[in-house]
């Protein structure tokens, strides 16, 4: 996470970078193209570690991404954000309140940023600062 000449670069959590990190295989890429949407909207979010996974922290709300098996699970942490994205896009695994992407998923990118837009803009759960 570089900056360009000028800007500040990011700190970023040492718990945050060592989830990260412990995988290598082609789901790592995946989440950081996952990572690069979210900081693409919210580029001064906070990052750290809740529940145990990294969580991108912004305005009200906050979203956060893990590993699995198979890939990347994004989690909205509230809201029924997900039930338009379950209805247009059923082959790809949901859960009550997680999106399980496959690493041989194509991102439905527009449905996803709205999800998180909502995610953090408008959570059921707001955020203490």
């Known amino acids: 996470m570089g900056g360009t ?3 500040k670069k990011r700190q970023v959590d040492p718990a945050v970078r060592r989830f990260v990190n412990a995988v290598s295989d082609e789901r790592r890429a995946f989440y950081d193209t996952l990572e690069r949407i979210i900081l693409g909207m919210y ?3 906070r990052v750290g570690i809740s529940y145990g996974v990294p969580t991108y ?3 009200t709300g906050r979203v956060g991404l893990a590993y699995w098996s198979g890939g990347v699970s994004f989690y909205p942490f509230g809201g029924d ?3 338009e994205f379950r209805a247009r896009y059923p082959e790809i695994k949901t859960s009550k309140g997680t999106i399980n992407f496959k690493v ?8 996803l940023k709205k999800i998180i837009r909502q995610a953090i803009e408008h959570s059921h759960h707001p955020v203490k600062t």
């Open 81 to 83: 954000y997900l039930d």
């Open 5 to 7: 000449p000028g800007t």
């Open 57 to 59: 922290w912004a305005r």
């Open 43 to 45: 580029p001064m979010a």
């Open 104 to 111: 041989s998923e194509k991102v439905p990118v527009a449905a």
